[in-house]
């Protein structure tokens, strides 16, 4: 397959983008890059969220993930779902209640300013260390299958796809990653089908042939009931509801997307309408992975974990399939970064500046440092790309649950005190309480072994990250005054 001619369907793909950019950022002013002018219609942010949600991690890594851990997966997705009908319906309210741009508004509103800073920061350092690592493992496939050949350097490439990426969303933000984000998740899927209809009939298999053979190797395993493992059903449906509710619900580049829409009965029928669909993607992702494995046996493709799926679709499947390969990998490449800087510069333009709340600064001036800032997170990206590739991961999406197990439990603990409680915190030591949790986290899973005999914690240390949070705030916290308590929003 010519590096040239897949570096030019790369290039072209980008030119669409470009173009959709330039028909959806015309006219746009601030508030369409911070929230899409409260008007995006929630049939295309329901889908275009599929997306920003499986991004390159999971076209990738979940299938390759398959030979040594089965259908495991599912158990997660299986609490995403309780975790999205918990937004829906506790955390969408509240937002729309309080007509919020930026979602860490209600921890001011709550807890105090100390409060609302710490969670904002700590979802800009998430969020970024996040959406590095699934940049990085997309630009490295990239950079395996063409610009290699072409002689073209990592850092080169990483910074080429950062200057596209702030190419199509420097002007319309948010009101421009709707239907970018749309158009990108259909050509993810269509990829994905295409890809799976190609290795049935390269096998001489049906559904129910490929389930059974998965079945005999073990593949398609979905319910673990060894309590002490770390593929322990309830631990993983516990972990995926957690997940959910705060690296969505709590996170500013998916709640970005759910606030632009207009109203809240519209954002929760796109919350309800995107969880049904994820569910069913991530389930063909999973069978996926178990059909790859069934083809890299029968072929005698020696690649496991992330490198099997771009393996076998690049060296072993027609030009055609490789071509649909790799436009439904920059698919998945785009949605997970460009919604990222965009929230990203969002947060910290409105929490950490507070240009919104600054009377000096016009539409002009204001717009003027959200470039700024654009244009700093794209700098910061590359470098934590850079980092990424020396520590080159073989599985990225361990990395990234563990990256959220750390970053997201003290958002996770915040927003459960402020929601479940009535009682004021001392504002000033709340950073203390949410840096030693994720310190004390990282004591327990590096001495797990020693400390907790067989048991292993997975991705349920969010959860332990987020309970040490809520106790440390209960022991600084009091009775608070009937003026400082939002009693509204935790009904």
């Known amino acids: 397959m010519s590096a040239t001619l897949l570096f030019g369907l790369v290039i072209g793909y980008f030119v669409v983008l470009l173009f959709v950019a330039w028909l959806t950022g015309r006219k746009s002013n601030n508030e369409s890059f911070f929230i899409g002018n409260r008007n995006s219609n929630w049939i295309l942010v329901a889908f275009g969220m599929i997306g920003t949600s499986l991004s390159g991690v999971t076209f990738v890594s979940v299938p390759g993930a398959v030979g040594k851990e089965g259908f495991a997966y599912f158990q997660i997705a299986l609490g995403y779902i309780i975790g999205y009908v918990t937004i829906a319906f506790v955390l969408l309210p509240l937002y729309y209640r309080l007509n919020v741009t930026s979602i860490y508004n209600y921890l001011q509103q709550r807890l105090g300013f100390t409060s609302y800073k710490t969670g904002a920061s700590f979802f800009i350092l998430s969020r970024t260390l996040g959406a590095t690592a699934r940049l990085y493992l997309v630009v490295k496939i990239l950079q395996d299958a063409i610009l290699n050949q072409l002689h073209v350097p990592f850092w080169l490439t990483t910074l080429v796809i950062l200057l596209m990426i702030l190419l199509y969303t420097f002007e319309g933000g948010v009101k421009t990653i709707v239907y970018t984000d749309t158009l990108q998740t259909t050509f993810m899927l269509a990829g994905l089908v295409i890809c799976t209809i190609y290795i049935f009939n390269n096998l001489g298999l049906d559904f129910g042939a490929g389930l059974k053979a998965m079945g005999e190797k073990g593949y398609s395993q979905v319910f673990f009931t060894e309590p002490s493992s770390k593929l322990f059903f309830l631990k993983q449906i516990l972990a995926g509801a ?35 669909v994820l569910t069913l993607v991530l389930l063909l992702f999973l069978f996926l992975g178990g059909l790859l494995h069934l083809f890299a046996t029968a072929r005698g493709v020696a690649a496991t974990g992330d490198e099997l799926f771009p393996a076998v679709a690049l060296q072993h499947m027609p030009a055609a399939i490789s071509i649909v390969f790799i436009i439904a990998l920059i698919s998945a490449l785009f949605p ?14 409105i929490d950490i500046l507070g240009i919104k709340r600054n009377p000096r600064l016009d539409e002009k001036a204001q717009k003027r440092t959200r470039q700024f800032v654009h244009l700093t997170f794209a700098a910061i990206f590359l470098i934590c790309v850079m980092v990424f590739y020396q520590v080159n991961s073989k599985s990225m999406i361990g990395v990234i649950l ?23 915190v001392n504002d000033a030591l709340v950073p203390v309480v949410c840096l030693l949790a994720p310190a004390l986290c990282y004591l327990v899973d590096s001495h797990q072994s020693d400390w907790l005999g067989g048991f292993q914690i997975g991705s ?7 309970l040490l949070v809520f106790i440390g705030l209960l022991l600084l916290s009091k009775p608070a005054g009937v003026q400082k308590v939002l009693t509204a929003e935790a009904s």
């Not at 929230?343 to 910290?348: C, D, H, K, R």
């Not at 563990?402 to 004021?424: N, W």
């Not at 349920?460 to 987020?466: A, F, R």
């Open 242 to 276: 957690f997940i959910t509710i705060t690296m969505t619900g709590m996170d500013q580049e998916m709640m970005q997307k759910n606030i632009s829409v207009r109203t809240l009965r519209d954002s929760q029928k796109n919350m309800l309408t995107f969880a049904g």
């Open 336 to 349: 997970s970064a460009d919604g990222a800087i965009t929230a990203l510069t969002s947060s910290f333009c």
């Open 402 to 424: 563990k990256i959220a197990a750390y970053t997201y439990g003290p958002l996770l603990g915040l927003f459960t005190f402020g929601l479940v409680t009535k009682r004021s």
């Open 460 to 466: 349920e240390l969010l959860i332990l990250n987020g």
